[in-house]
Every structure is written in C-alpha cells, then in structure tokens.
C-alpha cells in the first residue's frame, strides 16, 4: 500500500441552502439533507438563480467508501478553502470547524469517526454572513463574498508518522564580483501531524532531490522529534539553476518519513533557488537589479464561476496575466495551492496577502490574534513556492494613524516568526498624505495604491513620488495599483489607456519605483459594486471584461510591459534581412536571456533564430539572409515576427516594418 493516499473528494456532494436556520434542530447533519440537489466540488451557491444575494447558511453532504486495510491509519481531511465560517460532521458526529478564514486551508483528522467497509457520511455546514469576528470584517471589501465550499477538498491516508506541513528553504550561495552560483543549500523543517509519544524515539527521514528526473543528492538520517518538528539536515546542491520569471527552474525533494522500518507517509514538494532582496532603493532578483511590470487579477469574477474556479479556469487567466508580459502581481487574499503551483512553473512573482480591507479603519490588538491566524494558515501551507516573493500585511486601513502603524509592526514582527526569508509588506492609499509616518513604512518595501486623478484628487505626482523617495532613501517603491473605476469616474477605456500610458511613463522616470502593478487586468465581480446585481454586480476596472473578453487596453498594458521591440528592420534587394532588436532599459528592465526570434514568411512559412543574452539598454543585429541553409525564408510579401520568451509567452508580435 502507498505511504500516502490522496483522494480527491469532487462528486457525489449534495447541497442545500437553509434560509430558515432549520438544519440544526432537524439534524441534517446526522440524518441528511431532506430536499438537496446534486453539485460537483469546488462549489458556490451565489452565482445560482435565486441565490445571488443569498448570505446565511447552507448544507452540504458526501457519500464516501473507508476500505478495511485503512484501520490503524491516520485519515484526515483537507479543505482548500471554505466561505467562510464552517463546522464539520462525520457520520452524525462534530469532527471539527473553521472558522475566521474563507480563503486558507484547513485539515482535520477523521481517523476516530468512521466506520470500515462501508459507506461514511460528511456534512459541511457553510455560512457566509456578514462577520464582526472574520477577515474580511463585516461587508468592507472589494470582492465577491461567495459562500460554498469553494476550492478543493481531499482524503489524506498515511501511517502513524505523518507530515502535518513541511518547510523547506532553496539559498543560493553566490561567490566573487560576478555573482556567480556555485552550490545552493536546501533545508528546513517538517511539522509531525501529531508530537510522538516518545520524543527520544528517533524517526528516519529520507530526503531526495530531483531535477528534470534526474537524482541530484539523496540523503537518510535520524531525526528527534522537538515539539512535534524535525529539524532536517542541510543539503549542498552543486550549482544549481535559479528560479526567475523568465527561468522558472524547479527542483521536486521527495520528503519520506520511516519508523521500525517502514515508510509511513512521503510528500512532493517543489522548490526554487532564488533570492530576492534589496538594496537602497534597488530590487534585486539573483542580485540583478531588476524594475518589473505586473497586473492585479481579481479571481472569482467569471458570472458562470465565482470563485469556484476549476484549475483549468484558474490556468485561462493566469495565461492572460503572462501574455499581457506581466511578471508581478498581488492579491487580496489568500489563494489556491494550484495557482501557486502554475506560479512557480510559468514564472510569475506573487504577494499573497491577509484580506484586511479598509475596515477597521484602525485595526487594534483584539484583532491580532485572527490576522495571526491568517498568518499561520497562509504561510505555512504556501511557504515553499518560490513564486511567493512577499506576504501581504493588509490593504487599505488608515495608515497614517499610529495605531494602525504599531498594529503592522507587532504583524510583521509575528510573521517573521514565521518566515525569516520573504519580504513583508503593507499596501497603503495614504502614503502620498505624509510619507515619514504611514504604516506602509513598516514593511520591507514600499507599497503605493496611487490614483491620483480619481479617487485622490489632483496632486502634483512627481513631487509626491520624490516625497515618498526622500522620506525612505533605503527602500524601493512599488505602486500596488493604478488604474481607472467606472463607473465612479467616467472616460472608458480610453480613459483608462491614457492612465496607463501617461502614469507608466512617469513612474518610469523614479529610480526609487521597482515594480508596477496596474489595477486591475479584469473587470472584477465585488458585492460593494457600483454597476449590475446579483451575480452580475461589478466594478468596471479591467482591461478584460468579466468573461475575459480583451478589451483595447490590454493591448495597451501588453505593449507597455514588453522588455524587448524591433527598432528598425531593414531587407536588402530581397536577398538580406536585418533586424535591430532593442531591450527597455527602464520599466521593464531586467537582461533579456534565452529569448527566440521568429520570422513568419507571407506564406506561413516560420523560421526562428537565437537572441543572444542582451542587458537593459542594449541593442542587437540579427542578420537573417537567403543562404540560411537550415531555413531559406521567404522574403516576398509581408513578413511579420513574434519574440518568445524562454517559458513559450510572446513578449510582443507584429508586422515587420521594411524601410
């Protein structure tokens, strides 16, 4: 039998809403769901006809098979999320709850509630009210509050010995004025689902490294249980290839648990070597200064989906987010595993953050202890992506109150606790207000919502940008969000191409500005919205509509984020074609490595040729003639191009104009 058994609990769900609160005296949770209907998990009732607006409570029930070789195992359960506030039986009996959090995993140990060889039955009971004691609190945020059990949910099987979370750290070890990477060190730690009875007992673990299938380092030793944790002995990777937006390599460690001789559970955990850090107003990724160009996508917004995405869905859009040669992005909340884990394969930075948003307006210690737990349930399960470049402190409360910025200063202080290695950050719409004392100072960078010409009025940009430089001389500046909101103010998407393009072009010119994320890539679905209803209700932010349609200002975004354009291209007598290649030496600005020209004949006919490795400011001749004995294009008629980027995204396409 596998040491580790996970099952995917998708069908055989029944659901029923409760208007009435009669759930619980009738006992739906001991004897069923008396008028339910049949659904599929990941679910969400509030892009239902009649349940649009519905928030209060509903049922769920599920049918599932514990075969007999079982007994003696460990069985749990693990949900990905649930909105919001839910409790959890199994065969008549409460064998857990959740609550405070609709958008972080949790797991329970089923292991004393069910019965061998025959059919078990789990009923979820769900709400999504209105909360005073939950993050989000109350109706103050920006985005659909959908109820359901929204995200995955799966049966664990594993032995006596079993991992609860493990962490593990990928450090890069760079030697010499060149930065060169000769070994990276791989350690870290594995939480036990449960402390050993005996901590003297020590418990053989088993740690394999491997890249592309290939046994990279491998390595079997003891370990003694210190409050339910093992410490893992350090590896040394010979020179390992870095994790880069542009480069998303991944190592797969095979994390196995042995006890009297028998493996007992084993975990695949995919990790990348990459170090991001800082220095003055500088952003370095693998010590190279970089300045990024990203997107913020509102998940959930699809009228069909909600936030019940399947990954195939999750996958459309972070496709759009790349095509658009966006490379940074953040989120409100925290998300699921499976888009992290397209994150880290596709190449795209990520800020995940505790959903506190606006409200209370200044956040206080009675409200600690939840955004601790947020922290927790955040951190620990997400901690080995590598995509995960920041964890996000909150959104949007007032910044400039000294309550809210001692609130974020014990945050911080907490989660560092949990991740020493990760920046951590807060995201303000008061910084512009007076720099040297807002809670955005707290973080690691700076974080800036600017909308200045909308909701913040008409200030002088520029001197409010070299406000915020002069105020922190040690640390770089990320505008957080940019962007247009109808209908709140008008003007279109016109109105949001000039946005983009003007506002780009200044912040280009601030060395102090590492990154921009313009706000937001999708017209989102959020229950504060200013146009439609029901599942429809929205506000008119993106550059794509609520079903993904582009509109003109995603091209515009895409344009803006491309490191690399032709500059001239130029054929001579039909025989010589030669085409200067330049890459932006401000936003974006990073080296363009491992990027491929493709030539596309009026024909159809394609050729492709190497880019070599190009720095920020750079230009580039690439002579393409007749004589090419692998290709022999054609030159007649029109000839367009597309560079590709080293992960298969087009940074930008076109017509090749001849001069």
């Not at 004025?177 to 418990?203: A, C, M, R, T, Y």
């Not at 595993?337 to 206080?364: F, K, T």
Request: hydrophobic letters at 35%; one cysteine or more.
């Amino acid at each position: 039998m596998h040491t580790r058994i996970t099952t995917a609990l998708a069908e055989h769900w029944q659901f029923q809403a409760d208007a009435d609160g009669i759930g619980m005296g009738e006992k739906w949770f001991e004897h069923g769901l008396p008028s339910a209907r049949s659904v599929r998990i990941p679910h969400t009732w509030n892009v239902e006809e009649g349940l649009e607006e519905y928030r209060g409570l509903a049922w769920y029930n599920c049918e599932f098979h514990i075969p007999h070789e079982y007994e003696g195992r460990i069985i749990r359960l693990q949900f990905d999320a649930v909105y919001r506030d839910s409790v959890i039986w199994v065969n008549g009996r409460q064998a857990g709850k959740h609550g405070g959090s609709g958008y972080t995993a949790f797991t329970i140990e089923i292991s004393d509630y069910v019965v061998y060889g025959q059919s078990n039955r789990l009923v979820v009971s769900v709400s999504n009210e209105n909360s005073e004691t939950a993050l989000p609190i109350r109706n103050s945020f920006d985005w659909a509050d959908d109820g359901g059990i929204i995200r995955g949910v799966s049966m664990i099987v594993t032995g006596a010995a079993a991992i609860d979370y493990v962490k593990l750290d990928a450090i890069p070890v760079f030697t010499g004025p060149e930065h060169s990477v000769q070994e990276g060190i791989l350690n870290g730690q594995i939480k036990l689902w449960k402390i050993p009875i005996d901590e003297q007992l020590p418990i053989t673990v088993i740690l394999s490294v491997w890249r592309e299938d290939v046994l990279i380092g491998r390595e079997r030793y003891e370990a003694y249980p210190q409050d339910g944790k093992l410490q893992l002995k350090e590896m040394r990777i010979d020179k390992p290839a870095l994790w880069h937006f542009d480069h998303p390599n991944l190592y797969n460690v095979h994390v196995a648990l042995v006890t009297a001789g028998n493996e007992t559970d084993r975990m695949l955990i995919n990790v990348g070597f990459r170090e991001i850090r800082t220095a003055g107003h500088q952003l370095l990724l693998n010590r190279e200064p970089v300045r990024l160009m990203g997107v913020e996508w509102m998940p959930g917004s699809h009228p069909d989906r909600g936030v019940a995405e399947t990954e195939e869905q999750l996958i459309e859009v972070l496709e759009q987010i790349k095509h658009a040669n966006c490379v940074i992005t953040r989120f409100h909340w925290q998300q699921d595993s499976r888009l992290l884990d397209w994150c880290d394969r596709n190449g795209l930075l990520v800020q995940e953050e505790i959903p506190h948003w606006q409200q209370p307006a200044e956040p206080d210690e009675s409200l600690l202890p939840l955004a601790k737990q947020h922290a927790e349930e955040m951190i620990l399960r997400h901690y080995n992506h590598p995509s995960i470049y920041a964890w996000g402190m909150g959104n949007e409360v007032d910044g400039q109150d000294e309550r809210t910025v001692h609130y974020m200063k014990q945050l911080k202080s907490y989660m560092l606790t949990l991740d020493e290695h990760r920046f951590i950050n807060y995201v303000s719409n008061s910084v512009h207000f007076k720099p040297d004392i807002d809670a955005t100072g707290t973080g690691d960078l700076l974080m800036w919502n600017d909308y200045i010409g909308t909701w913040h009025g008409d200030l002088d940009m520029v001197e409010v940008i070299q406000s915020i430089d002069n105020a922190y001389p040690d640390k770089p500046l990320i505008v957080a969000e940019y962007g247009l909101c109808e209908p709140a103010f008008t003007g279109g998407d016109e109105r949001r191409i000039n946005i983009l393009q003007e506002k780009t072009e200044e912040y280009r010119k601030h060395e102090g500005i590492a990154a921009l994320i313009f706000f937001s890539l999708n017209d989102y679905r959020t229950q504060m919205g200013e146009e439609g209803t029901g599942r429809l209700r929205q506000r008119v932010h993106g550059t794509t509509d609520l079903y993904g349609n582009p509109k003109p200002s995603y091209q515009a975004l895409r344009e803006i984020g491309s490191p690399i354009a032709v500059k001239q291209a130029t054929l001579k007598k039909e025989k010589e074609l030669s085409v200067v290649l330049s890459v932006r030496n401000d936003i974006p600005k990073h080296a363009v490595n491992g990027y491929r020209f493709i030539l596309i004949s009026s024909d159809g006919s394609r050729s492709e040729y190497a880019i070599p490795l190009m720095q920020p400011g750079e230009e580039y001749r690439l002579v393409i003639t007749k004589d090419d004995v692998e290709v022999r294009p054609s030159f007649a008629g029109e000839l367009h191009f597309d560079i590709l980027r080293p992960t298969g995204f087009s940074a930008c396409k076109g017509l090749l104009n001849l001069v």
